[in-house]
């Protein structure tokens, strides 16, 4: 079928002014298409860009929520370690101080009395050397003087216990109540040295033992209120003597040693860190080297009492 054409349609017109008119059409035809190109573009750069942004700012939340965990995740850790560190007195834990000298296994605590002082810290280099971690019974007045001492005891995972403020005998053996006093105030200060107020060792060291001697019947009184005060009480079953004169040699501090752990499973070992010990520093590595000839493992009170 043929297309038939209104001869009218085109009245006025010829071939030019036609040629004019399709070209017209063409270009605007032509313009549209490219500014719907163009819009297309814009369109497709703007997605792109959206994305990419997008994208970013996902990056950014998801590196924000790790960083926020791993943050959390630190806190947590450092809580537990915290609260790891601070010794918890339980019934196994008492049952584990009366039964402190048996065990089936050799193992010997190092602990060191008096403390701290200028010689501490090349004590716990040497522990340090050794991986060991021992037991400090500290004096409250010698904290005072080395709190950064302290600090570095307690950072370094050794166990800090109590032996009273002033270590002046006719002070803390005055009455009973005067022992505990200077428990709690030694103790007040050692938990506020290290930054933990709640810090409470629960082991106290009877400057000269829990035994015997002048003031035997006070002693025996203030264990009863220690224990009534969540306070437990241990003395030593070996020594290496450096206490017991003024100037002992390795040679006498070693033979000590010997003599007090021969044949002994569970070994807790009296020493001194303070002020005039320089001895004990000296004589240390000897200590430990002849105790791991023994065959003993190192332990302190943190698996006693936690």
């Not at 009534?228 to 040699?249: C, F, M, R, Y």
């Not at 007090?260 to 860190?273: A, F, G």
Request: proline share 3%; with cysteine; glycine share 4%.
């Amino acid at each position: 079928m043929g297309i038939f054409l209104n001869r009218d349609q085109y009245y006025g017109y010829n071939i030019y002014s036609m040629k004019r008119y399709v070209d017209k059409k063409r270009i605007i035809f032509n313009i549209v298409v490219i500014i719907l190109i163009i819009i297309t573009l814009c369109m497709i750069i703007y997605y792109i860009t959206d994305t990419k942004l997008r994208l970013e700012k996902s990056k950014q939340y998801l590196a924000q929520m790790i960083e926020q965990k791993n943050e959390l995740d630190k806190k947590a850790k450092e809580e537990a370690e915290r609260k790891a560190k601070i010794p918890q007195l339980t019934e196994q834990g008492k049952q584990n101080i009366k039964n402190i000298y048996k065990s089936e296994t050799k193992r010997v605590f190092l602990t060191f009395d008096d403390g701290p002082s200028i010689n501490t810290n090349d004590v716990l280099n040497i522990l340090k050397e050794n991986d060991i971690k021992a037991t400090f019974f500290v004096l409250g007045k010698q904290v005072e003087y080395f709190p950064e001492t302290t600090k570095r005891i307690y950072d370094e995972g050794h166990y800090i216990a109590n032996h009273g403020y002033s270590h002046i005998y006719k002070n803390i053996y005055n009455t009973p109540e005067q022992v505990l006093t200077e428990y709690n105030q030694c103790n007040e200060i050692i938990a506020k040295t290290i930054g933990i107020p709640e810090y409470n060792s629960h082991l106290f060291r009877f400057p000269g033992g829990s035994i015997g001697g002048k003031y035997a019947k006070i002693k025996e009184q203030a264990i009863s209120l220690l224990e009534q005060n969540n306070i437990l009480h241990v003395d030593w079953n070996a020594l290496t003597g450096d206490s017991e004169k003024v100037n002992p040699t390795e040679e006498y501090l070693m033979n000590n040693l010997q003599q007090t752990t021969n044949e002994k499973n569970s070994v807790v070992i009296l020493m001194h860190d303070s002020q005039s010990k320089k001895i004990t520093v000296d004589c240390l590595p000897k200590v430990i080297e002849y105790l791991r000839q023994q065959g003993y493992v190192f332990d302190n009170f943190y698996n006693i009492l936690i």
